[in-house]
């Protein structure tokens, strides 16, 4: 897509609720000021959840798909291409659990990190695995991922879910102070 003028309504919902989750992590970010470590988290899932908003407006997930199909395609092996997407999905699994591992390392160290904090950055971990996970598109995968569910594609209430998670985790961490 890379930064395509229109957006359609499940695109819309992810670029609201995790605009949302950017703000609230934010505000959040900037009342752990006392404490370093949790500022550090609040930082990452705010960055991170302004990367996903960015990531709509570009495409880049949709653009590196369509790239490495039609490099596919040239190739001739677009076909059996099933074995690739197996080799991918593991080179995701590989980089979320590199990610995971991170996170605990950084959770576990440092006295004071709260559990709101450390709830937040696995959510979105999750939702980077998640996008990992569209950019390989499996049939299957996608076809419960883009089901209908009313006006937007499941995906976009899986989105939603874990972007408002955050925002109540963030909002819950201000009222703690």
């Given amino acids: 897509m890379l930064i395509d003028s229109s957006f359609n309504t499940t695109q819309l919902v992810g670029m609201i609720a995790f605009g949302a989750a950017t703000a609230a992590a934010r505000a959040a970010m900037v009342c752990a000021a006392t404490n370093p470590q949790n500022k550090l988290i609040w930082w990452t899932v ?5 990367f996903f ?11 590196v798909h369509d790239f490495v199909n039609g490099m596919l395609r040239d190739a001739g092996i677009y076909p059996s ?13 590989l980089a979320a659990t590199i ?17 709101h904090a450390q709830i937040a ?42 972007a408002m998670a955050v925002v109540v985790l963030s909002l819950d961490s201000l009222s703690a102070k």
């Fill in 53 to 63: 908003v960015a990531e709509f407006v570009l495409g880049t997930r949709h653009a």
């Fill in 121 to 162: 950055a696995w959510l979105t971990l999750a939702v980077g695995a998640l996008f990992m996970v569209e950019a390989v598109s499996l049939h299957a995968v996608d076809a419960w991922l883009y089901s209908t569910a009313g006006p937007v594609l499941l995906i976009a209430y899986l989105w939603a879910t874990v």
């Fill in 81 to 93: 291409r099933g074995a690739i997407q197996m080799l991918l999905l593991v080179v995701c699994a």
């Fill in 99 to 115: 990610a995971g591992s991170v996170i605990r390392k950084r959770l576990q160290a440092p006295p004071g990190v709260t559990a």
């Fill in 46 to 50: 705010s960055g991170a959840h302004l």
